[in-house]
């Protein structure tokens, strides 16, 4: 396995392989889970290279603190890596990434203003340029997503389309814990009570599929919020049914609808996202 730091040292790795190789890329920001290791493996089966990036990138972070605690291990990362079987690692330093200060920015109506983007503000347009700037530095055929970033998934996908034609994004399947827990690098910051009660936003991902058969969309949501407040612990940001292709919230359930249920929470200073598609 490779392992670049530069853009010029990638770059070095890319004009020596034969053009026709196709390369998959996975981008991640490290502190890597069998989540991430499952797009590795999809990137694997369908392309002749696997290019992963690790890269905690600060523009996409609204919260300072949630930056300062986001864990890092490239140690464990790269073994993760080499097992898995990855051929080129991407690892650079901020400068190389931003070499000179942003400017650019995206906006996706409709797709940027509701939920993660209504609570995290400036969060997805931090995710658009990074990973436009990745795409233009690792220049892969197709990239993988997992979907538990549900709406990331999308506006890349978006983004990708306008700017990158060439690119085809893949949206992967969540992957849980034996427990139902989405996998994702901060439940690491979990205590061992806030780890026990954490699966309970899957089980009730999981109920408003059933409760959607007598109620309105608005109806499950105000009964999920309060099924997770309940616990004690967690504290809703915020429980929606939406469109899966808008994620505009729907009002009625009607034939070929796809709904999706989404949810953000707070567990002690941990803020957790889950969703689950109900069609
Ligand atoms: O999902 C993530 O880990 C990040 O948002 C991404 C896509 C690597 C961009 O920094």
């Given at each position: 396995m490779k392992v670049t730091r530069t853009v010029s040292d990638y770059e070095k790795w890319f004009q020596n392989k034969s053009a026709e190789a196709s390369v998959g890329f996975v981008p991640t920001m490290g502190f890597?889970?069998?989540?991430?290791i499952s797009?590795?493996?999809?990137?694997?089966?369908?392309?002749?290279?696997?290019?992963?990036?690790?890269?905690?990138?600060?523009?996409?972070?609204?919260?300072?603190?949630?930056?300062?605690?986001?864990?890092?291990?490239?140690?464990?990362?790269?073994?993760?890596?080499?097992?898995a079987g990855c051929d080129v690692v991407f690892i650079p330093p901020y400068k190389e990434v931003y070499p000179k200060p942003v400017t650019i920015s995206f906006a996706f109506p409709g797709l940027d203003d509701v939920m993660e983007g209504e609570h995290r503000p400036g969060h997805f347009n931090g995710v658009a340029v990074v990973v436009s700037r990745l795409f233009e530095i690792i220049r892969?055929?197709?990239?993988?997503?997992?979907?538990?970033?549900?709406?990331?998934?999308?506006?890349?996908?978006?983004m990708t389309h306008?700017?990158?034609?060439?690119?085809?994004?893949?949206?992967?399947?969540?992957?849980?814990?034996?427990?139902?827990?989405?996998m994702s690098s901060r439940n690491a910051r979990l205590s061992k009570e806030e780890r026990e009660i954490a699966p309970l936003l899957y089980e009730v991902l999981k109920r408003s599929r059933d409760l959607l058969v007598d109620f309105s969309p608005a109806e499950v949501c105000n009964h999920c919020k309060k099924m997770i407040n309940n616990s004690g612990m967690l504290r809703t940001e915020y429980f929606t049914i939406a469109d899966a292709h808008t994620l505009v919230p729907i009002e009625k359930i009607t034939a070929n609808q796809k709904p999706v249920a989404f949810v953000a929470a707070w567990l002690g200073n941990v803020r957790l996202i889950d969703n689950l598609e109900l069609f």
């Open positions: 890597l889970h069998r989540g991430h797009l590795i493996e999809a990137s694997k089966a369908e392309n002749d290279f696997t290019v992963c990036s690790i890269f905690v990138n600060p523009i996409q972070f609204n919260n300072p603190e949630d930056l300062k605690n986001y864990p890092r291990n490239e140690v464990a990362d790269l073994e993760m890596l080499e097992k892969p055929n197709l990239a993988y997503f997992g979907k538990k970033d549900y709406q990331q998934w999308m506006i890349i996908d978006n306008l700017k990158f034609p060439g690119i085809t994004i893949k949206g992967m399947p969540i992957v849980r814990e034996e427990d139902g827990l989405a």
